[in-house]
T-cell receptor, first 111, second 115 residues
């Protein structure tokens, strides 16, 4: 079956570092995406991994291990505006643009 | 660029009525996606189009749902007849065919409530 697992909620303090994990089991794999979604708004793209390793982009980094079906999103120097849901999504296989999304991790950043 | 445009932003209707949601993708984008988001099931892909042609509609819940893309700048998602369990936020997204990675640009969504 197809499954993407993320923690439902996380809480962290302003200025801290937080890691949001995502594990997946899909019938194919051709890339993993992270999106940020503020309450009542649309998802916006954060990062993309297709090869194993770490991709860094400012305060945000994303890691992928294809053999383990595992990814994480690392947020550094947390700010209040980082309070949002973070969605992990897998694109299934080459030749298709079918995406499977996790239910998201709601992150609360406290002052 | 105006981004992906969806209308209406909110829709409240009674069970049994027909509902039509509209989407205008970003100009020049090859792919258009319709998603449904609920608390229980998260974001689910319903259907996607490439160059106005439906490619995969395996996510469409049942025959009550239909989607069309008559041209590159317009798509509709229709529910007939609507049921309370269709209440959700429906997002339209578009992307380029970059042959590398393709980020999706989401519209603001339509919040549908069926009473």
């Amino acid at each position: 079956g197809q499954n993407i697992d993320q923690p439902t909620e996380m809480t962290a303090t302003e200025g801290a570092i937080v890691q949001i994990n995502c594990t997946y089991q899909t019938s194919g794999f051709n890339g993993l995406f992270w999106y940020q979604q503020h309450a009542g708004e649309a998802p916006t793209f954060l990062s993309y991994n297709v090869l194993d390793g770490l991709e860094e982009k400012g305060r945000f980094s994303s890691f992928l291990s294809r053999s383990k079906g595992y990814s994480y999103l690392l947020l550094k120097e947390l700010q209040m505006k980082d309070s949002a849901s973070y969605l992990c999504a897998v694109r299934e296989g080459s030749g298709t643009y079918k995406y499977i999304f996790g239910t998201g991790t709601r992150l609360k950043v406290l002052a | 660029d105006a981004g992906v445009i969806q209308s209406p932003r909110h829709e409240v209707t009674e069970m049994g009525q027909e509902v039509t949601l509209r989407c205008k993708p970003i100009s020049g984008h090859d792919y258009l996606f319709w998603y449904r988001q609920t608390m229980m099931r998260g974001l689910e892909l319903l259907i996607y189009f490439n160059n106005n042609v439906p490619i995969d509609d395996s996510g469409m819940p049942e025959d009550r749902f239909s989607a069309k893309m008559p041209n590159a700048s317009f798509s509709t998602l229709k529910i007939q007849p609507s049921e309370p369990r269709d209440s959700a936020v429906y997002f339209c997204a578009s992307s380029l065919n970059t042959l590398t990675h393709e980020r999706q640009y989401f519209g603001p969504g339509t919040r549908l409530t069926v009473t």
